[in-house]
Nanobody, 119 residues
Framework: QVQLVESGGGLVQPGGSLRLSCTASGSGFEISTMGWYRQAPGKQRELVATITTPGITNYADSKEGRFTISRDNAKNTVYLQMNSLKPEDTAVYYC?????????????WGQGTQVTVSS
């Protein structure tokens, strides 16, 4: 079973930066894709970015450039560096991890961490 622990959310002023972290723990599985999604009030959850085990990244439109996703495979940890934050980036950010056991894939979600961009 995979447990995800997120950290790094909070309140930041427009133009500021935050770094989110998410660590996967457990045993008996292999981690493949890791990533971040977000959900703003009244909106659907949307992709922010994903990263594969060898480091191939995928960003949602308009996120690349201000947001950078990275991972430490030895620590089963994924990071999201967010710069030049805007009020419209305010949302709950969810960590996403796909694990693999034999030939089966499983999707896991973190509990979410609130990011609020406001002056």
């Amino acid at each position: 079973q995979v447990q995800l622990v997120e950290s790094g959310g909070g309140l930041v002023q427009p133009g500021g930066s935050l770094r989110l972290s998410c660590t996967a723990s457990g045993s008996g599985f292999e981690i493949s894709t890791m990533g971040w999604y977000r959900q703003a009030p009244g909106k659907q959850r949307e992709l922010v970015a994903t990263i594969t085990t060898p480091g191939i990244t995928n960003y949602a439109d308009s996120k690349e450039g201000r947001f950078t996703i990275s991972r430490d495979n030895a620590k089963n940890t994924v990071y999201l560096q967010m710069n030049s934050l805007k009020p419209e980036d305010t949302a709950v950010y969810y960590c996403y991890v796909r694990s693999r056991v034999l030939t089966f894939n499983y999707d896991h979600w973190g509990q979410g961490t609130q990011v609020t961009v406001s002056s």
